[in-house]
């Protein structure tokens, strides 16, 4: 009987030692996944003041008047914030346009911002397109993430 006993004592030990493994390791996942995040947010942060806020705004803002074109006919940078389009557009135009210019996207669309695919590394662009969804509330967030499904 005793040893019986034992042997039950050992599969509950076992078990609750597996089980606190595996939510140990689901919660470390966790934070990893949170603080990537917040890190690829904050070097997309400086990024962005560094490449984008001259056009684009430090707020996000775009130029004024936004919506209709310059003297030159060029269209004004549009703001990224919820007042603009951007988030109209899914995760693979937005890319390319950042990457590759507006032509990449709209064939022969002359348009005053650079293609940035040499100044900048593709994980960088990744990293000033999530600070730049980051600062969106949760309806064009949501929405943007359904254009962006495969």
């Not at 293609?115 to 309806?139: H, M, N, V, Y």
Request: net charge negative; aromatic share 8%; hydrophobic share 40%.
């Amino acid at each position: 009987m005793s040893l019986m006993l034992a042997y039950r004592n050992t599969a509950i030990v076992l078990g609750a030692s597996v089980c606190l493994i595996l939510a140990g390791t689901a919660l470390l996942w966790m934070f990893r996944r949170d603080g990537e995040s917040s890190a690829r947010i904050t070097l997309g942060r400086q990024l962005y003041g560094a490449y984008c806020a001259s056009c684009h705004g430090a707020d996000l803002q775009g130029e004024p008047d936004w919506q209709g074109p310059k003297p030159n006919g060029l269209m004004p940078a549009p703001p990224h914030d919820a007042t603009g389009h951007t988030w109209h557009h899914s995760d693979e135009e937005l890319f390319r346009i950042t990457k590759l210019g507006m032509a990449a996207v709209v064939p022969n669309y002359e348009s005053a911002m650079p293609a940035f695919g040499d100044a900048l590394s593709d994980q960088e662009i990744k990293a000033i397109l999530a600070f730049i969804k980051s600062t969106w509330p949760e309806r064009e967030r949501t929405y943007q993430q359904e254009r962006s499904r495969p």
